[in-house]
């Protein structure tokens, strides 16, 4: 599985952002999705993450009800609407895959597949 991520860039706090993940091969409804984010420094952050049917999700505290995660299987894509962005919220944000795609995990090795990253700059 091959992930590409797109749809950062630059918001003012309270913005919103919606980034996208698209995946190559047939196999992306089999697959748990994650998004992940980074800061220099730090480890990678688990944000949120989807069941392969996308009837269960979850996320982490400081993202609750202003984040949501959602995928389209006939797309083999994965959405993350951000809204009310914070400047603590600035990182690269990182989608990520995972089998089998009923079992949700928050550690970044439990995921098998990438994406390449996108940068989401959050100003105050």
């Known amino acids: 599985v091959q992930l590409q991520a797109c749809g950062g860039g630059l918001v003012h706090a309270g913005g919103s952002l919606r980034l996208s993940c698209a995946a190559s091969?047939?196999?992306?409804?089999?697959?748990?999705m994650g998004w992940f984010r980074q800061v220099p420094g730090k480890e990678r952050e688990f944000v949120a993450a989807?069941?392969?049917?996308?009837?269960?999700?979850n996320y982490v505290d400081s993202v609750k009800g202003r984040f949501t995660i959602s995928r389209d299987n006939t797309k083999n894509t994965v959405f993350l609407q951000m809204n009310t962005l914070k400047p603590e919220d600035t990182a690269v944000y990182y989608c990520?895959?995972?089998?089998?795609?009923?079992?949700?995990?928050?550690?970044?090795?439990?995921?098998?597949?990438w994406g390449q990253g996108t940068q989401v700059t959050v100003s105050s």
């Open positions: 091969g047939r196999t992306f409804s089999s697959y748990v």
């Open positions: 990520a895959a995972k089998n089998p795609g009923w079992s949700i995990k928050t550690d970044s090795t439990s995921y098998d597949y």
């Open positions: 989807i069941t392969y049917s996308g009837t269960i999700t």
